[in-house]
DNA sequence: GCAAAGCTATATTTTGAAATATAGATTTGA
DNA sequence: TCAAATCTATATTTCAAAATATAGCTTTGC
């Protein structure tokens, strides 16, 4: 590995590297907390080998912005849930019309589609903590837009 | 008046006919509970000229809406606020470049366009409760679709 | 080796949003 | 006319979501 490799791998947002006690601390909220958000269904954090948390750049930041709707806009955890829900996933996915037919979390879903049980085979295989779906539906940015972006080609 | 006329009247969902008293009774709540609906701008009743609430049927649909939101969904006040401020009012308005420039309510308010304080010409001497971004985003109705639909055509 | 940290699961405590209550004035409508 | 309903404003209570604590076990890393 040379340097460059090795920047690139510090600097990827998306590697796991904080143990959940680390995640807590630059989150500021306790380790309970962070397990609940996860039963929640709001964060999907890594696993090592024997089944312990690992939290990413990324995530750290995805929980500072789930910290900021609970509390700077006053949100519970359903709420957070219900906005990340919006995000249209065929769109960002590409789903064919079969694909629509046979996704639960094709429109009508309440729940964001990495907690939908039955899914269509555009998302069968993919690992849903890495999807753009997942990743890129966080609550703080500008939810709007976000919508915007992804619908108006509809 | 003629036989139509009365009919009609009759039937239209947006005339207010309910006092809060009544509308606390058809929702299941009390009559401080739709104040505090209306304090936190999910909803707003008709006046009487002595100020007194007037709900319609219209209203107690909205209401009932965001009961099931409540009670079935867990959501709290804030977050169904934050889902009612989705609506892309300036598409639904169709707001001019001018105006989305000059209105708080373009994107990036994380406010219901109703409780904006300054707005786009477009809006300036509309009555919020008559208007399409209000009627329309309710809370109940599958809101993936409703978006879709007015974001599609931007 | 072993203390510290993490794991799941469950139980208990806290806290603030939401509901209820109170007060004093006004309006309604039988 | 006047009791019932509504108004605004404020204070108090409730209760469940969210946080904290506990237990018994496993993994990590010094």
Redo the contacts between chains.
């Keep these: 590995m040379n340097a460059t490799d090795i920047k690139e791998r510090l600097s990827d947002k998306t590697r796991p590297v904080f143990a959940i006690g680390i995640a807590a601390d630059l989150v500021g909220v306790s380790v309970h907390t962070l397990r609940m958000y996860e039963t929640e269904g709001l964060i999907i954090p890594q696993r090592t080998k024997s089944k312990r948390r690992l939290y990413s750049q990324a995530d750290i930041e995805r929980l500072q912005c789930i910290r900021v709707m609970i509390e700077d806009?006053?949100?519970?955890l359903?709420?957070?849930k219900?906005?990340m829900?919006?995000a249209?996933c065929w769109e960002i996915k590409g789903c064919s019309e079969s694909d629509r037919a046979t996704c639960d979390a094709y429109?009508?879903s309440?729940e964001p589609c990495w907690l939908v049980k039955s899914k269509a085979s555009a998302c069968q295989d993919e690992v849903c903590s890495e999807c753009a779906v997942y990743r890129d539906v966080t609550t703080c940015h500008?939810?709007?837009?976000y919508?915007?972006e992804h619908?108006?080609?509809?």
Excluded: E
């Excluded at 806009?73 to 519970?76: D, I, K, V, Y």
């Excluded at 500008?142 to 837009?145: A, E, V």
């Excluded at 619908?151 to 509809?154: D, T």
């Design positions: 806009r006053g949100f519970n359903a709420g957070i219900g906005m829900s919006m249209p429109k009508t309440l500008n939810m709007k837009s919508l915007q619908w108006k080609n509809a």
